[in-house]
């Protein structure tokens, strides 16, 4: 059983690893090309936003074409970056939420840097045997946590560039919506919450076992 588990954990660190430097140098490279056009004089506005077609889903407003034939085709966008030159002063309620984001943004560099520590610790942890401890049931719930806090940041950041795009944009064939749909974070946070009070639970459980014998 021992030999199992030191294998999955080593399985999970691969995998943990070669995330974490995929996004780090995909993170990177996004800003640096967002500090370098930020240097340039003309005042821009660059907006993340999702769009939804208004003439609804799977009408394909938007027209291209294929280099293959040189055919004319249809598409339909989902999300895109909308750089908006000489943009007009945002109203205060959203320049105070969008400054609070970029302040918490601050938390979620923390809590990046402090997850992984947390992650390594409960893999060494696991491979020796050492599962039910309060300190890994402590790790665990932390990391659920910081994994809940992650789609709610995410969701208003999504607001805040929505509220932005339609102060600032209005596109002939699209509107904005906020994107709620990115559950994987979130549910992979309840789900290590749920495993870390059912381990303490056990732990319970275990001691009172201990005591009556």
């Not at 034939?69 to 939420?97: C, G, R």
């Not at 609070?100 to 992650?119: E, M």
């Not at 020796?128 to 309060?134: E, F, P, Q, S, V």
Request: net charge positive.
């Amino acid at each position: 059983m021992n030999k199992k588990i030191k294998l999955y954990c080593i399985i999970l660190s691969v995998i943990y690893i070669s995330v974490v430097v995929y996004t780090i140098f995909r993170e990177v490279a996004s800003f640096s090309a967002g500090f370098n056009e930020g240097l340039k004089d003309i005042p821009r506005e660059t907006l993340h936003v999702n769009l939804i077609p208004k003439s609804g889903g799977y009408s394909f407003p938007t027209s291209t074409t294929n280099i293959m034939d040189n055919q004319e085709m249809k598409m339909e966008i989902q999300s895109a970056k909308i750089m908006v030159f000489h943009p007009q002063k945002l109203p205060l309620p959203i320049t105070i939420m969008y400054y609070a984001i970029i302040f918490l943004a601050f938390a979620i560099l923390i809590c990046t840097i402090w997850l992984p520590f947390l992650f390594f610790k409960i893999i060494r942890s696991a491979s020796k045997g050492n599962i039910i401890d309060l300190k890994v049931i402590k790790r665990i719930k932390k990391i659920g946590i910081i994994l809940v806090f992650f789609y709610v940041i995410d969701v208003l950041i999504y607001i805040v560039e929505t509220l932005k795009a339609e102060y600032l944009v209005k596109l002939e064939h699209y509107n904005f919506f906020v994107d709620f749909s990115g559950f994987g974070t979130l549910i992979l946070g309840i789900v290590t919450l749920l495993l870390a009070e059912i381990l303490s639970v056990t732990l319970k459980m275990k001691e009172e076992q201990d005591l009556t014998i």
